[in-house]
């Protein structure tokens, strides 16, 4: 079965770090870009950023940049998202997905919540 | 930067009607880089449409997508109960993905 399980999410307070991972299970994970998107409260959806199968190309969302650092470890298949400088506005769910050849999200983990508040 | 719009907020049918869900780019953009997710309360998002028209994996065909250029259509024909969701769609340009601000859809 394809799965993604991410994990690593809590409560942190205002300029903290944390670091989420995702593991992907059932499918090759080596051959597929990989993304993080994230949801606040009763809010749509927001991509957050994105990394090439082997690494050599990732992207962020403007208010992100600076903050957050995608990485992935293709002989372990997680995938993760290092996150500092931590803002209230970071406070949401943050999914991990895959992308296919269109560049749509094809496969989406469950989720893990990132609080962020003193 | 493209801007997706979605239309109406909130829809609301009965089963067995036809939703029509409207997705509006800011400019012109590549109908091979636009998806449809729908997402019910507590779940993750799922894929439904990729390349603006192409059903997803097990999607039922009661989902189509059209369009081109600036506006793109999601149907549902024949509503069912679990179709009461929310629906997004997403862009793909510049690197970067941007989602509409979704549409919300009741079911009576």
């Known amino acids: 079965e394809v799965q993604l399980v991410e994990s690593g999410g809590g409560l942190v307070q205002p300029g903290g770090s944390l670091r989420l991972s995702c593991a992907a299970s059932?499918?090759?994970?080596?051959?597929?870009?990989m993304s993080w998107v994230r949801q606040a409260p009763g809010k749509g959806l927001e991509w957050v950023a994105n990394?090439?199968?082997?690494?050599?190309?990732?992207y962020y969302v403007d208010s992100v940049k600076g903050r957050f650092t995608i990485s992935r470890d293709n002989a372990k298949n997680p995938l993760y998202l290092q996150m500092n400088s931590l803002r209230a506005e970071d406070t949401a769910v943050y999914y991990c997905a895959r992308e296919r050849g269109s560049r749509s999200l094809d496969v989406w983990g469950q989720g893990t919540t990132v609080t962020v508040s003193s | 930067e493209i801007v997706l719009t979605q239309s109406p907020g909130t829809l609301s049918l009965s089963p067995g009607e036809r939703a029509t869900l409207s997705c509006r780019a800011s400019?012109?953009?590549?109908?091979?880089?636009l998806a449809w997710y729908q997402q019910k309360p507590g779940q993750a998002p799922r894929l439904l449409i990729y390349?603006?028209?192409n059903r997803a994996t097990g999607i039922p065909d009661r989902f189509s997508g059209s369009g081109s250029g600036t506006d793109f259509t999601l149907t549902i024909s024949r509503l069912e109960p679990e179709d009461c969701a929310v629906y997004y769609c997403?862009?793909?340009?510049?690197?970067?993905?941007?989602f509409g601000q979704g549409t919300k859809l009741e079911i009576k």
């Open positions: 059932g499918f090759t994970f080596s051959s597929y870009w």
């Open positions: 400019q012109s953009v590549s109908s091979s880089y």
């Open positions: 990394m090439k199968q082997d690494g050599s190309e990732k």
């Open positions: 390349g603006a028209s």
């Open positions: 997403q862009h793909y340009g510049s690197s970067l993905f941007t």
